[in-house]
């Protein structure tokens, strides 16, 4: 079925410092007649039912463009049933398998409730260092939005049938948000039977082997720099 586009007091300063200088660029962006992004903004109007994270330094602010060490345009989608909670997978490219998929331990109803403030930053810290594996390629993590710990999560090793169910459906969407209807089974009544999601593209960032963030990308703004929603995956030293 083809979807329907519809810590230390001192490291809280720094997330808190990050997410001003967010606002203040995208009121400074709204200023100049830039809009925000409309792909959020579709994700926020979705009918619903239903101590500050340890940041590196290096991710306090974002870098500038001359300190990036990969600088690409990638597809992330978060994705869930109404009641249940949301997923994220990160891909090259809508068309190729995610090379991070995790379910995180927030609902969909709350990372809806967090972008009414038109700002969402999604930290996730890793504290095992696996010798020769890419920080993406850890498995446990600590989870926080918008500077508020939501608890743990296990990135998957393998999709499930479901994320390769989804991530189908979603094949020929390189940027939308929506519902698919009757995606789940009448056994699943928590799920009304459907699954909302959300696909941007992403600028992403790698700041060293132990860190890489990435920034929305507005439909209207192709440098990113009106991105409202950013990911940090850290792993601590």
Do not use: H
Not at 18 to 42: C, I, L, P, T
Request: proline letters at 5%; hydrophobic letters at 40%.
């Amino acid at each position: 079925m083809p979807p329907m586009v519809e810590s230390p007091a001192g490291m809280v300063s720094l997330l808190r410092r990050a997410f001003e200088d967010r606002q203040s660029s995208k009121a400074s962006a709204a200023g100049r007649g830039g809009g925000s992004g409309g792909v959020f903004k579709m994700f926020k109007l979705i009918p619903m039912l239903g101590s500050g994270c340890k940041m590196v330094k290096l991710l306090a602010a974002r870098p500038s463009k001359q300190a990036m060490l990969a600088d690409k345009a990638i597809a992330v989608t978060l994705f869930g049933p109404r009641r249940g909670r949301i997923s994220l997978a990160i891909q090259e490219d809508p068309r190729s398998p995610p090379f991070f998929l995790i379910e995180l331990p927030v609902s969909t109803w709350v990372l809806q409730r967090e972008m009414e403030s038109g700002l969402v930053k999604l930290a996730l810290e890793s504290e095992t260092r696996t010798p020769r594996r890419k920080v993406a390629e850890e498995y446990v993590w600590a989870v926080y939005c918008n500077g508020r710990k939501a608890g743990y999560a296990i990135r998957r090793k393998e999709a499930s049938d479901e994320d390769r169910r989804v991530m189908g459906l979603l094949r020929g969407v390189s940027m939308g948000a929506g519902v698919l209807p009757g995606f789940f089974t009448e056994k699943d009544a928590a799920a009304d039977g459907e699954l909302t999601y959300m696909r941007a593209r992403f600028e992403r960032v790698v700041g060293s082997k132990d860190s890489e963030s990435f920034y929305m990308i507005n439909p209207d703004d192709s440098t990113g720099a009106g991105g409202e929603l950013s990911i940090f995956l850290v792993r601590l030293k």
